[in-house]
């Protein structure tokens, strides 16, 4: 059971079944000396805390990750040097840039994806036992693909990881699939998740989507929170949603929310490098508790934190769903 995950109770005038922490951003963009900005970064329970692995633009606007830890998933000591891998399941370890990271716990170690810049972008994946020394694998997929998401578990003895097909610029399309793996090696077996919605059934989710934190198996199969996408007269708008996955079988999709369940509506969601954006990537939940906490990235400069119910996110998406 995950305890003493963060947590704040909902306002008293609030419906939603997402809210916001009072004091967001968690995590400033300077919190490091050579930050620009810090957001879309992942975070697991980890000992007697946690730790995580964090997107930090540099001055120079390159883009890195790096590993950071916090007694209470709130307040976290990020390293001021970027990760450095060493050989994994490869000797390839080329890599241009590395951003949007996700972490999840499997078997016997700390798995991280994130996308890797290697002609284009693309899934890297690597490991850790201690977030001290890190090993970098081969990549999952060949460019142009972002949003590498990897199941808690294997699935019918498989990995399974979920990633969004794209291009390689400012992506103005893309759908959510499903592919399985042996060995967190070889990568087949791709089946299409979920596509954008059209403009007049669920706006927000139009343009594009991309799978968020890792997903989180539930009695009613497996929640996965994700982004989508308009393309506005103002530029691209990211929104949350979620959707219920079957557990045996993915790619088959039970619920799916059609309103959004947090939107940029906060100053510092609006405004920053890249306004309008609310970007999950972690998420700690305990069941138990009925608790949920998601990160995400606020208009990619910072890191916030949203709580929520599992029972009534859930239940939400029974009674809005597509």
């Excluded at 399941?89 to 241009?96: A, F, G, H, K, R």
């Amino acid at each position: 059971m995950l305890k003493n995950i963060p947590w704040q109770e909902k306002p008293h005038d609030s419906n939603d079944v997402l809210w916001r922490y009072s004091s967001n951003p968690i995590i400033n963009r300077n919190a490091i000396p050579q930050s620009n900005s810090i957001f879309n970064s992942a975070v697991v329970p980890f000992k007697d805390g946690y730790a995580g692995v964090f997107r930090c633009d540099n001055k120079a606007v390159q883009m890195n990750i790096f590993a950071g830890f916090s007694k209470d998933g709130i307040h976290w000591d990020l390293a001021h040097d970027p990760i450095e891998f060493l050989p994994g399941n490869t000797e390839m370890i080329d890599s241009d840039y590395k951003y949007d990271p996700r972490v999840v716990f499997i078997e016997d170690r700390y798995w991280i994806t994130w996308c890797n810049g290697y002609h284009g972008p693309t899934i890297g994946i690597g490991y850790t036992f201690d977030f001290k020394e890190f090993f970098q694998c081969e990549n999952a997929f060949l460019p142009f693909n972002r949003n590498g998401v990897l199941f808690p578990e294997k699935i019918n003895g498989k990995y399974a990881m979920l990633s969004r097909p794209s291009d390689n610029g400012h992506t103005a399309f893309g759908d959510i699939y499903i592919s399985y793996s042996p060995d967190m090696k070889y990568w087949g077996e791709h089946r299409l998740v979920m596509k954008v919605v059209p403009f007049e059934h669920s706006a927000w989710q139009s343009t594009k989507i991309g799978a968020g934190p890792i997903p989180i198996l539930t009695d009613e199969g497996w929640l996965l929170f994700y982004h989508g996408v308009i393309n506005t007269c103002n530029g691209f708008r990211y929104s949350v949603g979620a959707a219920l996955l079957e557990r045996e079988a993915p790619e088959k999709v039970k619920f799916r929310s059609q309103p959004y369940l947090l939107a940029p509506t906060s100053p510092y969601e609006m405004m920053g490098d890249v306004p309008n954006v609310v970007f999950p990537c972690a998420a700690l939940c305990s069941l138990e508790e009925d608790r949920l906490a998601l990160y995400y990235g606020a208009a990619d400069t910072t890191t916030a934190l949203a709580f929520g119910k599992p029972s009534e996110i859930i239940e939400f998406l029974k009674n809005n769903s597509l």
